[in-house]
C-alpha cells in the first residue's frame, strides 16, 4: 500500500487536555475521486476511485473509526470527538478503493 504526499488539514480545538475531557477533531482532505461510471475516452470504464475507510488512533489506540460509501464527497470533512485518556501522537488514516492511504498526524497532551 502506497502513503499518498496529500497533507490533510486537521483542527483539533484542545491541544492540552485533562483526563477524561472530550476533544473535538476536524479534518478536510482532498482527493481526487472517481465514482467507476464514467468511460474513458478508448471506451473503457475508468475503475472507481473513492476513499471506502477512515480512522482515528490516539498513541496506537483507535478512538473513532468510519466506513464511507459511493456518496461520499471528493474531499470529505469529517468531524468527531473522543475522550482524552493518554497523551500520544493524534493519527487520522484515510484508505482508497486501490489501498493507498493518505496519512495526517497531530498530537495531544492529557494533563
Known amino acids: 500500500m502506497a502513503t499518498s504526499s496529500v497533507k490533510p ?3 483539533l480545538d484542545k491541544k492540552e487536555a485533562k483526563q477524561g475531557d472530550i476533544v473535538e477533531v476536524k479534518a478536510l482532505v482532498s482527493h481526487v475521486m472517481e465514482t467507476g461510471q464514467r ?3 478508448d471506451g473503457n470504464v475508468i475503475p472507481r476511485k473513492i476513499l471506502n475507510k477512515f480512522t482515528c488512533t490516539v498513541n496506537g489506540k483507535e478512538v473513532f ?3 464511507f460509501e459511493p ?5 470529505p470533512y469529517i468531524q468527531f470527538k473522543f475522550k482524552a ?3 500520544g501522537p493524534v493519527v ?3 484508505i ?3 489501498g493507498s492511504k ?5 498530537s495531544i497532551k492529557v494533563i
Open 9 to 11: 488539514r486537521i483542527k
Open 39 to 41: 468511460k474513458s475516452a
Open 65 to 67: 473509526s468510519a466506513d
Open 71 to 75: 456518496a461520499v464527497s471528493a474531499n
Open 85 to 87: 485518556t493518554e497523551s
Open 92 to 94: 487520522l488514516t484515510w
Open 96 to 98: 482508497d478503493d486501490d
Open 102 to 106: 493518505i496519512v495526517g498526524e497531530d
